[in-house]
């Protein structure tokens, strides 16, 4: 049984103009009515999800600016870098670290010392390809010039920086 009551609304998804019978009718079908729903809970979602990140972040990086020795992974939270680059990093040399018994920590004091000392940025640039017997130029007295017909010729393998 329908109310008496008849007000003239306009759709809140939509925006058509509609005939409500109760006056806490918004939309003027059910398809308008679950868009709505649908997109309100799309909207909480998003937000809640934001507030975590925003949260979870904030107090782990501030725990890691205030420890004196970091981990690994700790270190490229900080640097913004991957945990394979930071190893990469560590196994160059370019950053120290102290391993015990298989736990790899780093002082954050000489990360510091690395960033106050920076080197001078070079280009990178492509890997060249020597001839077999380049190196041997300076030992045999020949020239590079036959080396390099004699490793075309018989197709010798080649040396990119020192590997096979």
């Known amino acids: 049984m329908r109310n008496l009551i008849r007000i003239q609304k306009k759709c809140e998804w939509c925006g058509k103009e509609f005939t409500a019978y109760k006056c806490s009718t918004r939309f003027c079908c059910k398809q308008c009515n679950d868009h709505a729903y649908k997109a309100k809970k799309r909207e909480l979602k998003v937000q809640s999800v934001n507030e975590n990140l925003a949260s979870k972040n904030e107090p782990e990086i501030i725990r890691i600016q205030e420890k004196e020795f970091l981990s690994p992974t700790e270190t490229a939270q900080l640097l913004g870098m991957s945990r394979a680059t930071l190893y990469r990093y560590l196994l160059n040399g370019f950053i120290p670290a102290v391993q015990f018994k298989g736990k790899t920590k780093i002082r954050r004091s000489s990360l510091e010392k690395i960033f106050d ?48």
């Open 117 to 164: 000392t920076p080197k001078q940025y070079q280009k990178h640039t492509k890997n060249k390809i020597y001839p077999k017997f380049a190196r041997e130029e300076k030992h045999t007295g020949v020239p590079s010039i036959l080396i390099n017909i004699l490793h075309l010729k018989h197709r010798t393998p080649t040396l990119r920086n020192g590997i096979l």
